[in-house]
């Protein structure tokens, strides 16, 4: 287990699970009461607030070594990759726990694993230090797009639709498996 926990604080999981939480909290304070709990907008800003936090961890302190040693580097980016995914939709859900749901848990698991692999086509990309920018870039995008009037809007706008939208869903998981395959073969840029 020493290996594991090695790992994880040379990726920065602690630091990155505090940030999470701080952000889900403070998009839950936001939230309120009344209309803003039934706006898209907040859930996906904790979601891709964790997202983009927990992107940093996708490239270790050197590049060189993780690509020199003779570990299956393939397995476990694709594992840490899951984890993240799976650890950035769970964070909204906390406050599902106190009766007070932020989205759909549907919703939750479509944007969680688009914005997951939006970072880790971002670490492959770009490196893991500016792994952060796709997601960001494409919450962007959705909050100007246009009001969805064909599928190309669906796909513009993804992030703020509601679940259930046939192009926000195939959107969302051609993202997460483009960008987890992406990193798992290919790896963080130098």
Known sequence: MRWLTLYARSR????????????????????????????????????AAGATVASVGLGGQDV??????????????TAHVLLIGLVVCAMPLVPGVLGEDLAPAGFLV????????????????????????????????????PSPEGVPEEVAGWLLLPPGTPAATWTA????????????LAGPRR
């Not at 230090?129 to 995008?141: D, E, H, I, K, Q």
């Not at 993202?175 to 987890?180: E, K």
Request: positive net charge; without cysteine; charged residues 10%.
């Open 64 to 77: 060189a070594l993780d690509r020199t040693a003779a570990v299956r580097w393939r397995v476990r980016r």
């Open 110 to 145: 479509r944007d969680a694993a688009g914005l997951t692999g939006l970072a880790a086509a971002g670490a492959a990309v770009f490196g893991a230090r500016y792994a952060w920018t796709p997601p960001v870039a494409w919450l962007s995008v959705s909050m100007v797009a």
């Open 12 to 47: 920065q999981v602690p630091a990155s699970l505090a940030a999470m939480l701080i952000g889900t909290v403070a998009v839950w304070a936001l939230a309120g009461s009344g209309d803003a709990r039934s706006a898209p907008l907040l859930p996906v800003l904790a979601l």
């Open 173 to 184: 998981l051609t993202l997460a498996a483009l960008g987890t395959a992406l990193y798992a």
